[in-house]
T-cell receptor, first 115, second 113 residues
Framework: GAGVSQTPSNKVTEKGKYVELRCDPI?????LYWYRQSLGQGPEFLIY????????DSGLPNDRFFAVRPEGSVSTLKIQRTERGDSAVYLC?????????????FGPGTRLTVL | SQQGEEDPQALSIQEGENATMNCSYK?????LQWYRQNSGRGLVHLIL?????REKHSGRLRVTLDTSKKSSSLLITASRAADTASYFC?????????????FGKGNQVVVIP
């Protein structure tokens, strides 16, 4: 079956612009996660959705970052007034269940470059 | 803050040899997971070990967990060129509701054919 998909695969933008990154989770997965991975580092948690609601958004670095999942499936990560420090690979993951022992399935990521 | 912290090593081994990498963490966990990331590809889940387990096997992979030392090891036996990748450990903890994974920085493994 289809895995987690993310679009675009690459996004180049200028400092100060607004960007949207999309994630299509595995069909039927209720939990969805966003992570950010900088070069040479492991992924860093941003936000977790259970269904339509953001159950934990404590990893978002500041109020320029926002994510939605209006119908409990596709999610969009939105970054306003982008800064060069936002450049990273943004990873989305989904899991069938939340909580203990949940295996998270990751998408290929969106590489964001802010010039 | 990051939980998992792998030994900061890059391994370069010959095909057929075993590769071992370690991970340490700081707080109590519910489970520890190992992921592989190939160049240009997403993270692939390898194995999950629960906090009440000490050892787990999956194919050529062997994972150990020592909760008293807050450490884990991943052993890949009879390595293949296709095992060349970065390997990350990640922990899930009740403190964070078990829903977020805290990743280490990763170990780069190169298997020479």
């Amino acid at each position: 079956g289809a895995g987690v998909s993310q679009t675009p695969s690459n996004k180049v933008t200028e400092k100060g612009k607004y960007v949207e990154l999309r994630c299509d989770p595995i069909s039927g997965h209720t939990a969805l996660y966003w992570y950010r991975q900088s070069l040479g580092q492991g992924p860093e948690f941003l936000i977790y959705f259970q269904g339509t609601g953001a159950a934990d958004d404590s990893g978002l670095p500041n109020d320029r970052f926002f994510a939605v999942r209006p119908e409990g499936s596709v999610s969009t990560l939105k970054i306003q007034r982008t800064e060069r420090g936002d450049s990273a690979v943004y990873l989305c993951a989904s899991s069938a269940l939340a909580g203990e022992y949940n295996e998270q399935f990751f998408g290929p990521g969106t590489r964001l470059t802010v010039l | 803050s990051q939980q998992g912290e792998e030994d900061p090593q890059a391994l370069s081994i010959q095909e057929g040899e075993n590769a071992t990498m370690n991970c340490s963490y700081k707080t109590s966990i519910n489970n520890l997971q190992w992921y592989r990331q190939n160049s240009g590809r997403g993270l692939v889940h390898l194995i999950l070990i629960r906090s009440n387990e000490r050892e787990k096997h999956s194919g050529r992979l062997r994972v150990t967990l020592d909760t008293s030392k807050k450490s884990s090891s991943l052993l890949i036996t009879a390595s293949r060129a296709a095992d060349t990748a970065s390997y990350f450990c990640a922990t899930a903890a009740s403190y964070y509701g078990n829903n977020r994974l805290a990743f280490g920085k990763g170990n780069q493994v190169v298997v020479i054919p």
